[in-house]
């Protein structure tokens, strides 16, 4: 991760972009699975949540300073959050065969953001 003059760059050295590009991808591929009738629902709505999980990360990183990063990365655990509601709800109707994998997904990345979050947190506490 590059940083100039305190303003984070490089979203695709961030390990938390790289991990929430792999769920994306698992959920893509679960989803495949999905009754025709669930296209514009639960599959929609899941992969939505998904992809907005990195886009997150990637937009935040791009942005100019350490706070809005982390307002970034608050909208992308709240989109993790969205995403775990929605595997639940797809496991509990018989759609999801594996709801353990992308529960640990979503787990880990709470953690990896958390620990971004933090990192933030410290940094600008540094710099007051």
Known sequence: MEEQAGIIRGHRDLEAWKVTMRLALNVYEATRQFPAEERFGLVSQMRRAAVSVPSNIA????????????????????????????SMLAHHLGF????????????RMFRLIGGLQNKLRNDRKQKA
């Open 59 to 86: 937009e935040g990183a791009g942005r100019d300073g350490c706070k809005e990063f982390a307002h970034f990365l608050g909208m992308a655990r709240g989109s993790l959050s969205e995403l775990e509601t929605q």
């Open 96 to 107: 999801l065969r594996d709801p353990e994998s992308i529960s640990e997904q979503i787990s």
